[in-house]
């Protein structure tokens, strides 16, 4: 029996599902090894109950079928941190106090429906997120939805906003596409924009064969930190690098030696074997694997690169931080007269943060105090949480 008040019902202004009407198919973009269950367990065991509301999608019965979801029972779209880790707290109950599985047994959740499943997906895309969704789970959301039978059009539309600000760094030229009304001229300025990324990058990495395609998402998730024990980065596979494999494709299917998609590779006592593509995919991606084992870089656009002045301007509404703007704008030519006094400042910001995650294991101190140091030295935790933190020590 839940132990969730009416007061609290009407408090929160959302409905309270219970756990057993949640679906365990989930729609959402982030790898397991991103979801920091445990470090959410505690947060929930630290209020008592699970304070943010949820999303939760009730698809039609057509769609439930199509995602092999049980019809009736409700798919988390924002959430699914909050909601596994309440279903594990549920399913502990001798590790956890009677209290607490029993707040959680029934979650605070605001419930969609009439939602297609191309507008629930993007709700689980949008920044809202308690917990910033990584560049290499957006790289892989790309991929599903080509694979899935998107276009590479319907790509850019509906995931516009989340690969101009985090994938290429254009957070200016989003604001520049969402100002445009005419549908045909939002259009063209998209696919101009976009289509180099996504078409000559992603979507052409997906018609090299499924192993390009890994090494694609592998590359991503190497630079997010997100790799598992079991993932291997064969080569650097950047635009050059896709660029180079699908020149080596041209050739083989001028001599028709293309056999289909690169699906992967043995290493033996001969060498590297390339499964599938052509005589010289196979080649290409053979000296792409040998420069990378060697250190060597296939391009000079893996090194560091020196911005036009054009591509400074381009960045200089991208960033919060007054240090960073300070310092863009000095590039730029600006005069800059706080920004050492604001160096001196992040130094000492950075200082203290490190002293911190050196020392925080032993502070011997409030719980919830040691909380809000934790969540000041994690940078994916917002700002709205550490207040909510604070106002727990003013009581």
């Not at 599985?101 to 429906?113: F, G, K, L, M, Q």
Request: hydrophobic letters at 40%; aromatic letters at 4%.
């Amino acid at each position: 029996m839940s132990t969730v008040t009416k007061e609290v019902r009407e408090a929160h202004k959302v409905n309270f599902v219970s756990l057993d009407k949640i679906s365990d198919v989930s729609i959402n973009v982030r790898f397991s090894n991103n979801l920091d269950i445990a470090t959410m367990m505690d947060e929930i065991a630290l209020e008592g109950r699970v304070r943010d509301a949820i999303d939760l999608w009730l698809p039609a019965d057509e769609v439930a079928d199509s995602l092999g979801s049980p019809r009736g029972l409700h798919i988390p779209i924002r959430g699914n941190r909050r909601f596994n880790a309440s279903k594990r707290i549920a399913n502990d109950p001798d590790n956890w106090s009677a209290s607490l599985v029993a707040a959680v047994s029934e979650i605070p959740a605001r419930v969609h429906t009439g939602l297609t499943l191309t507008e629930a997906e993007e709700m689980v895309l949008d920044h809202n997120s308690m917990k910033r969704i990584a560049k290499s789970e957006i790289v892989n959301s790309i991929f599903r939805r080509y694979l899935g039978n998107k276009s590479e059009m319907d790509i850019i539309l509906e995931m516009h906003r989340i690969i101009g600000e985090d994938l290429v760094n254009k957070a200016d030229k989003v604001k520049e596409l969402e100002q445009i009304a005419d549908p045909k001229k939002r259009r063209d300025f998209a696919r101009k924009w976009l289509h180099t990324f996504v078409g000559n990058y992603l979507v052409r990495a997906c018609k090299l064969g499924s192993f390009v395609r890994e090494q694609v998402l592998l590359k991503y998730k190497s630079e997010d930190g997100l790799l598992e024990g079991d993932e291997t980065v064969h080569f650097l596979a950047n635009t050059s690098a896709i660029q180079a494999i699908s020149a080596a494709k041209t050739e083989d299917d001028k001599d028709a030696s293309w056999e289909g998609g690169v699906t992967g590779i043995h290493v033996n006592g001969n060498g590297i074997e390339v499964q599938g593509g052509g005589n010289a995919t196979k080649r290409c991606i053979e000296d792409l694997i040998i420069a990378h084992k060697s250190g060597k870089k296939a391009k000079k656009d893996d090194g560091p690169k020196v911005l036009s002045k054009k591509e400074l301007e381009d960045r200089k509404d991208s960033f919060q931080s007054r240090t960073t703007i300070g310092a863009l704008k000095m590039a730029l030519g600006f005069e800059v007269p706080s920004l050492a006094d604001d160096d001196i400042k992040a130094s000492r910001r950075e200082q203290v943060e490190n002293v911190l995650k050196e020392n925080i294991d032993q502070f011997n101190c409030d719980k919830v105090f040691k909380t809000l140091l934790l969540q000041i030295v994690d940078p994916t935790v917002s700002v709205s949480k550490i207040k909510e933190t604070c106002q727990l020590l003013i009581g």
